[in-house]
């Protein structure tokens, strides 16, 4: 069965520090790759999905970046982390073949820059 | 463009009352779909409906889509306590690849 690991659950960091975040999906190749971020009480907003290795599409300008090293590992980086980056962060897969399926969700990482 | 509105923003029901919800969208799609998010953890998938369908029942959950209006529905009937969660749309582009969430609607079922 597919499985999506995102980790860590909950991170506290510094103005100014580095940030990685990583997700790791199971049981599925190739499959579309998403981060979203998502404010206290806000929708989702989509950062950035990939379609195969080293494919990113960024739809936002920010002080964020993707990473897909690996068919099934998605990396969220900051070289220096904002204040308004903080937020909940949401890595999703689902796959593609070009018809529409379900997206399946990590459980997400609470960021909070202080 | 990210697109995708839910109203209300919030709903405050009683248990065994009917839920709706509401979703409208900017732009052509393919399909609709709506996803459960309980307080602080990942979205679960309910149901999708595709730009060919007017209405759709998985269990208590019925979904209707108006593509003229681009606008969708979501209805919980006889809504449980457990029912309380935040619930979203969600839309593709044509090409499939990319994936919109609307802005949600927090739903709380009294017991």
């Known amino acids: 069965s597919q499985t999506i690991h995102q980790w860590p659950a909950t991170l506290v960091q510094p103005v100014g520090s580095p940030l990685s975040l990583e997700c790791t999906v199971e049981g599925t190749s190739n499959p579309n790759l998403y981060w979203y971020r998502q404010a206290a009480g806000r929708g989702l907003q989509l950062l950035f999905y990939?379609?195969?290795?080293?494919?990113i599409s960024s739809e936002v300008p920010q002080n964020l970046s993707a990473s897909r090293p690996q068919d099934r590992q998605f990396i969220l980086s900051s070289k220096k982390l904002l204040l308004s980056d903080s937020g909940f962060y949401l890595c999703?897969?689902?796959?593609?073949?070009?018809?529409?399926?379900?997206?399946?969700f990590g459980q997400g990482t609470r960021l909070t820059v202080v | 463009s990210q697109q995708g509105e839910e109203d209300p923003q919030a709903l405050s029901i009683q248990e065994g009352e009917n839920a709706t919800m509401n979703c409208s969208y900017k732009t052509s799609i393919n399909n609709l779909q709506w996803y459960r998010q309980n307080s602080g953890r990942g979205l679960v998938h309910l149901i999708l409906?595709?730009?060919?369908?007017r209405e759709k029942h998985s269990g208590r959950l019925r979904v209707t889509l108006d593509t003229s209006k681009k606008s969708s529905s979501l209805l919980i009937t006889a809504s449980r306590a457990a029912d309380t969660a935040s619930y979203f749309c969600?839309?593709?582009?044509?090409?499939?690849?990319?994936?919109?969430f609307g802005s949600g609607t927090k739903l709380n079922v009294k017991p």
């Open positions: 999703a897969w689902r796959t593609t073949g070009g018809r529409t399926t379900e997206a399946f």
């Open positions: 969600a839309t593709d582009e044509y090409n499939f690849n990319k994936f919109y």
């Open positions: 990939s379609v195969g290795i080293g494919q």
């Open positions: 409906i595709r730009s060919n369908e």
